[in-house]
């Protein structure tokens, strides 16, 4: 199933579409890969296994899993058995309003399954098999078609996501319906701008709050402080950056945003717990 494997990271041939459909009946295990794809995983019949970072997930038929873009992941099959495996580009949501952002907030990965949520189940079963539908009739506007109804399933899972952990639930209903698109605008500047000298007076000034304000609504909406949030996004581009040997560890800091090599190198050691050097060593040695 993998065909362009480079240390870790995997370019999906997506062909000339922006999303990749495969009926997987192989009886082989995938050691710990990425790509900027968004992955879901379907078993059809038998179970399947499925790691990301360091939680592992065994998928029961007709379970649901959800891997987010750019997660280091593994895959284990059984001897016998089928699944349906769907990756599609993040570019699909970047040109969404709100969507590139919402994809941030989402966890490493997500797994659907009866105990979770029967009724999420239901809807995301029934969208993702709209999808398997419209890719496999091929028919007019089907990609169209497809595009929507990933973007419907994403929703249902962003939205379950924040019904599980309600932000700024000490509001008024409008009052919160402002606050989330606001920080979901900070979101998307972050996610275009985390390259530059991205500053807190900044950010704040985009969602129209002081800096004491925003840092605390921030938090509640992100998890994380800014500084962290914007940290992570730098690091997400920088791990895809060292997957390339001909760039320097100096030149891959200074175009992830980082002031310096030394604060990108104990960033990355806190966030990895290896130097990046020994990180791309280790995508190398796979």
């Given at each position: 199933?993998?065909k362009d494997l480079?240390g870790?990271?995997?370019t999906?041939?997506?062909g000339?579409s922006l999303?990749r ?7 082989e295990?995938y050691?710990?890969?990425?790509h900027t794809?968004?992955e879901i995983i379907?078993?059809?019949?038998n179970s399947y296994?499925?790691?990301?970072g ?6 029961a038929?007709n ?18 058995g ?9 570019s699909v949501f ?6 590139g952002?919402?994809l941030?907030?989402?966890p490493?990965a997500i797994?659907v399954?009866p105990?979770v949520?029967p ?7 029934a ?7 419209e890719?496999?009739?091929n ?9 929507a ?7 249902l899972?962003v939205r ?5 952990s309600?932000?700024?639930?000490n509001?008024s ?5 402002e606050y989330?698109?606001k920080?979901?605008?900070v979101c998307?500047?972050i996610q275009?701008s985390f390259?530059e000298?991205?500053t807190?007076d900044?950010?704040?000034a985009?969602a129209?709050?002081s ?5 605390r609504?921030?938090?509640?909406f992100?998890g994380?402080?800014?500084?962290e949030?914007?940290?992570?996004q730098r690091?997400?581009h920088?791990?895809e ?5 001909s760039?320097?560890v100096?030149d891959i800091a ?5 002031s ?10 806190m ?10 060593k280790k995508?190398?040695?796979?």
């Amino acid at each position: 199933m993998i065909k362009d494997l480079d240390g870790m990271k995997e370019t999906i041939a997506y062909g000339s579409s922006l999303f990749r459909l495969m009926l997987n009946q192989e009886a082989e295990n995938y050691p710990p890969h990425w790509h900027t794809g968004i992955e879901i995983i379907m078993p059809l019949e038998n179970s399947y296994e499925a790691e990301v970072g360091n939680t592992r997930y065994s998928l029961a038929e007709n379970d649901l899993l959800f891997i987010n873009s750019g997660e280091i992941h593994s895959l284990k099959a059984p001897e016998t058995g089928c699944r349906l495996i769907f990756q599609v580009s993040p570019s699909v949501f970047y040109t969404t309003p709100g969507m590139g952002s919402s994809l941030l907030l989402l966890p490493e990965a997500i797994w659907v399954n009866p105990s979770v949520s029967p009724e999420l189940l239901a809807q995301t079963s029934a969208k993702f098999k709209e999808i398997v539908r419209e890719v496999q009739s091929n028919g007019l506007l089907s990609e169209a078609w497809v595009f929507a109804s990933v973007i419907q399933l994403v929703l249902l899972l962003v939205r379950h996501s924040f019904s599980r952990s309600p932000r700024f639930t000490n509001v008024s209903p409008t009052s919160r319906r402002e606050y989330m698109e606001k920080f979901t605008m900070v979101c998307q500047f972050i996610q275009t701008s985390f390259q530059e000298n991205l500053t807190l007076d900044q950010a704040a000034a985009v969602a129209g709050f002081s800096k004491y304000h925003f840092s605390r609504l921030f938090k509640e909406f992100t998890g994380s402080t800014f500084q962290e949030y914007l940290t992570r996004q730098r690091l997400r581009h920088a791990e895809e950056l060292l997957a390339d040997s001909s760039i320097s560890v100096t030149d891959i800091a200074m175009a992830s945003g980082f002031s310096s090599v030394s604060n990108f190198n104990r960033s990355f050691r806190m966030y990895n717990h290896c130097s990046p050097s020994q990180f791309r060593k280790k995508q190398q040695n796979v």
